[in-house]
């Protein structure tokens, strides 16, 4: 008589393998483009430009962030290929803290290029007052120190699990579901749907003005923020969400990875999270592809003639970055006024 000696667990397992060689693949990916290429943008803006802008300074603090999460990615390949977590506790607080500063401190600097953008067609003489150095790097520090904070859950709630004598597991240890939807819902609203809120609103309302004033002429540098934010939300949109399904499942009493549900939804977190590394490593790409025409000119030296800075900064720097002086070199009639304004939006928009 035939005995069927297939396990119930078979297809999961066969699952998670697969599970575990895309998330390598996706990690490999990441590191080997996102390490030479974040290291090339922070290279290009320290040593190559001599006169930083704002938005090289948003970029160059985007690359750093993106350069600390991908730091961490050899320890998860090594969990991934040895199915063991071999770094104790602290490697697991602190390889997952850094992860979370990144995700903030990406989606913070993206929604202040965003914002910035706004305010210099919306309020161009505002703009050229307020776009300088000194208030740049406020606002860096601001958003550091907010990045720092942000992700404290993780250390409250990240442990070293032993499941048998041969397996550890850096995972999540809630004390009850209540906390688990707590912290799930506060990662998606903060790190992702809050902000992202500020960036279409941005860019509506960039979008309403330029239309109204028929001005329709592309630049590089607004190009680039537009692909920059679409990246990242194509990137993180997917785990998020994964967050909002798993926050619901919790208020519902139900433990993670309970049911075909929940091991589904435990195994799309996974790759998930592997996919998220992408994004770190996407923006040099996205960077080169938008200076095309200055690579084949200038070569190494693209990232650096792309985020040069614009004619308003420039203006702004030789009048002393006044909203009066900046007035008074205006002429005075309501006509050219009308004129000045639509100048300094389109060089605010470079």
């Known amino acids: ?197 500020a960036v279409v609103a941005s860019y509506s309302d960039i979008g309403r003005r330029l239309q109204a004033r028929r001005f329709r002429r592309s630049r590089r540098t607004g190009r680039l923020v537009v692909l920059i934010i679409l990246a990242f939300a194509a990137f993180w949109l997917p785990y998020h969400v994964v967050n909002l399904a798993e926050a619901g499942r919790a208020l519902a009493g139900q433990a993670y990875g309970s049911g075909p549900q929940g091991k589904r939804l435990e195994l799309a977190r996974k790759v998930l999270i592997a996919l998220a590394f992408l994004s770190s490593s996407v923006n040099p790409v996205l960077y080169a592809c938008a200076g095309g025409g200055l690579l084949r000119q200038v070569g190494v030296g693209f990232m650096a003639k792309m985020l040069e800075g614009t004619g308003s900064e420039v203006s702004s720097t030789r009048r002393g970055g006044t909203l009066g002086q900046t007035m008074r070199s205006a002429p005075a009639t309501p006509e050219n006024g009308t004129s000045e304004s639509l100048t300094a939006s389109r060089e605010t928009l470079e």
């Open 1 to 197: 008589m035939a005995v069927n000696t297939t396990s119930p667990a078979a297809p999961h397992l066969a699952n998670v393998m697969f599970i575990s060689f895309l998330a390598i693949i996706f990690l490999s990916v990441a590191l080997a483009v996102g390490l030479p290429g974040n290291l090339f943008v922070v290279w290009s803006i320290l040593v190559k430009m001599r006169k930083r802008s704002v938005t090289a300074l948003l970029v160059l603090n985007l690359a750093v962030a993106d350069l600390a999460v991908l730091l961490t990615a050899p320890f998860f390949l090594s969990f991934l290929a040895q199915r063991t977590w071999l770094f104790k506790l602290f490697g697991c607080l602190l390889c997952h803290y850094i992860c979370g500063v990144s995700m903030y401190a990406s989606v913070l600097l993206i929604t202040a290029m965003s914002l910035d953008r706004s305010l210099a067609v919306a309020r161009p003489f505002l703009s050229q007052k307020v776009r300088t150095k000194a208030v740049a790097y406020r606002v860096l520090v601001g958003i550091w120190v907010v990045s720092v904070l942000l992700p404290t859950p993780v250390i409250a709630y990240r442990n070293v699990v032993n499941l048998n004598n041969r397996t550890l597991l850096c995972s999540m240890n809630y004390p009850s579901e209540g906390h688990r939807a707590f912290h799930l819902i506060f990662e998606t609203l903060t790190g992702f749907l809050l902000p992202f809120l």
